[in-house]
């Protein structure tokens, strides 16, 4: 499972390497880029985001010192992953006091327990289901983005190699926002998904599967991309074949 992991890990590195390497061939692109965010500048670089240190994958400088980051995301069939932290972190961010993260804690390592059943109890639902409704813009722009003003969503299908753009800032204005519990967690507007992680966790196999530091026990927001396509066909904003 080990090698597996790292497989995955080697192939979102090449998909953010192949991203960098196409988007300054298509200058039909970046001209839209830079009249989309108003840049005055020429094209200049582009370069794979963790050199800076920060979340985004890619970054496209410009000779006027402005620059787009961008949020890639390579797929194929079925859902992958948008953000995932541990329940303590998820709940600074979320400003939940003690007594919320112990439940939250409680609920994620009941799952564990037994993944038959769901995430959240019917009981649990109507406590969880106000407060996710409530948040669930902020949710949003945690899984999507930390500066939406000057940031992009590339989606890659693996399949066609036809790559997808997105403003994030018109992604979070359009995202449907309605939240229908599941099994695994909830949905937000059929396209986007709160759940535990799940998983063996074969890189800390020194916890067990019930305690809460397991990397199973982390919670994540995933994407089903085929359907954030059609959600988003309307604020597209540019396309491109590799």
Not at 80 to 101: G, H, M, P, W, Y
Not at 146 to 173: G, M
Request: glycine residues 8%; proline residues 2%.
């Amino acid at each position: 499972m080990r090698n597996e992991n790292n497989k995955n890990a080697f192939a979102g590195m090449n998909i953010e390497v192949l991203i960098k390497n196409s988007i300054v061939d298509h200058p039909a692109i970046i001209t839209k880029l830079r009249d989309h965010f108003n840049i005055k500048g020429d094209l200049e670089s582009a370069a794979c985001g963790g050199i800076y240190g920060e979340k985004s994958d890619v970054r496209i400088n410009f000779t006027c010192g402005h620059y787009i980051d961008a949020n890639v995301k390579g797929f194929k069939i079925g859902f992958n992953q948008l953000a995932r932290t541990t329940v303590s972190r998820f709940c600074e961010i979320f400003c939940l006091n003690s007594c919320d993260k112990q439940d939250l804690e409680n609920i994620v390592v009941t799952k564990s327990k037994n993944t038959k059943n769901p995430l959240f109890s019917e009981k649990q639902q109507e406590k969880w289901g106000n407060f996710f409704r409530a948040n669930v813009k902020k949710l949003l722009r945690w899984g999507f983005s930390e500066h939406p003003n000057r940031e992009i969503l590339v989606l890659y299908n693996r399949d066609t190699q036809i790559v997808k753009i997105y403003a994030i800032k018109e992604i979070l204005s359009s995202l449907p926002t309605d939240i229908v519990f599941t099994k695994g967690g909830f949905n937000i507007g059929g396209c986007i998904s709160f759940q535990r992680k799940g998983g063996n966790g074969s890189l800390r196999s020194k916890y067990q599967k019930t305690n809460i530091k397991h990397p199973g026990n982390n919670i994540q927001l995933k994407i089903k991309a085929s359907k954030l396509i059609e959600t988003l066909e309307s604020v597209k904003l540019a396309e491109y074949v590799i």
